[in-house]
């Protein structure tokens, strides 16, 4: 017997529309085969929220949101508002928000790497080997949503950068008990020789560390982690940080599995989780079928996770692993010899269905393919 599960879906701005839509492929393909049914309701965050509603997280979104199982999310940003500094309404604010109105206080973000890729990797094949890592990042708090300000004559700004002890305790114990199940390592991240809430994160840390005393606590320096995870990246298990640490670690980490279009990521917290690839909304290769679906795709599995649908999961990300062992990856993977956003998603499908055989003997599979003389 299948399950039925809701699922909203914010497609967003950029490349978002055209991954998420593979993802929703993957979905329904394995929604036909366990028999399961997904039904989406499509909400709008964003530029495209703004352009339609003047508010980039119009209330409806939020409450289509509260309402369903899980969120499936794209990408969000449109250069129009980077270009303009002064823009009082920003497509990133309604992301932001909606972290901040569903709770979502912890980011967890895998970070794995493929041994058919590493010939395209600018890092050596050593440094890649046995990487399997996850990073923590706190979501709700911080520089992020600290208080702003711009003077007068435009010439001062500030983002106050600040932290309760809850919110540390509630990530930590999370990502502890995740460290409990791999392989017992949590390496706290800060900057705790600068800041007064990384001294905050750093005893809060240490104090929660005796519960969990089978797992081994290790804390380190932020511009030392961020030498660390391109030169030993195997040295790390669970990595725990904060908001804006996070968000520049595990980008930084994604150069591990290839391009930051891989990697997926969930945000858990006391009402439904959403999930999205960690990638932006790339706004060049909007429209063109180049970007990676990957990041979305594996956004989705993690969704089926959390939703309780574990061999689900693992079938969409031996699939995956199907598609990039065999070649089949996008631009920024292999800028020669690559495949289309759409083929990628079908390559995926065809794995799950058992097809995958037929795929690679398809000769017109070829005409999918790019190359660039
Ligand atoms: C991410 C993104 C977002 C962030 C942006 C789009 C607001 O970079 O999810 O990593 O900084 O959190
Ligand atoms: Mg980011």
Redesign the pocket.
């Known amino acids: 017997m299948g399950v039925k599960k809701n699922i909203a879906i914010i497609l967003g701005d950029g490349v978002g529309p055209e991954v998420t839509s593979q993802a929703m492929r993957v979905l329904d393909t394995i929604a036909q085969y366990y028999h399961h049914e997904f039904a989406y309701t499509f909400a709008l965050m964003g530029a495209c929220a703004i352009d339609k509603t003047g508010d980039p997280l119009p209330q409806e979104t939020i409450d289509i949101c509260k309402s369903n199982d899980a969120i499936l999310f794209g990408a969000?940003?449109d250069p129009k508002y980077d270009m303009d500094p002064l823009a009082k309404i920003r497509p990133?604010q309604g992301?932001?928000r909606l972290r901040k109105e569903l709770g979502l206080y912890a980011?967890i973000r895998p970070v794995m790497t493929y041994p058919s890729l590493q010939h395209l990797s600018t890092l050596k094949g050593d440094v890649l080997e046995g990487v399997d890592l996850v990073i923590y990042r706190e979501?709700t708090g911080g520089i992020?949503f600290g208080k702003k300000t711009l003077n007068e004559t435009g010439n001062i700004a500030s983002d106050e950068c600040i932290y309760e002890s809850n919110e540390i305790e509630r990530i930590a114990h999370l990502a502890y008990k995740h460290a409990q199940q791999r392989r017992k390592k949590l390496t706290l991240v800060d900057k705790s020789n600068v800041l007064e809430t990384s001294r905050l994160w750093r005893k809060i840390v240490s104090d929660i560390s005796t519960q969990y005393p089978e797992v081994e606590t290790d804390f380190l320096y932020v511009d030392n982690a961020a030498i660390q995870i391109i030169t030993n990246p195997k040295q790390f298990d669970v990595l725990l940080t904060e908001?804006m640490f996070g968000?520049i670690l595990?980008?930084e980490a994604s150069v591990l599995a290839g391009s930051l279009g891989m990697l997926p990521?969930a945000a858990i917290g006391t009402g439904p989780a959403l999930f999205?690839p960690?990638h932006?909304s790339y706004p060049k290769a909007a429209g063109k079928d180049i970007a990676n679906p990957v990041g979305s795709i594996l956004s989705a599995a993690m969704m089926l996770e959390y939703l309780g649908l574990e061999k689900e999961a693992k079938k969409i990300r031996e699939a995956v692993s199907w598609t990039i062992q065999t070649g089949f990856v996008t631009k920024d993977i292999d800028p020669i010899n690559f495949y289309f956003t759409s083929t990628i998603g079908e390559m995926v499908c065809d794995y799950i269905l058992n097809r995958a055989n037929e795929t690679v003997h398809t000769e017109n599979i070829q005409i999918r393919k790019s190359t660039i003389i």
Do not use: K
């Open positions: 969000i940003g990133e992301l932001l980011n979501l992020y908001n968000d595990s980008a990521s999205e960690i932006g």
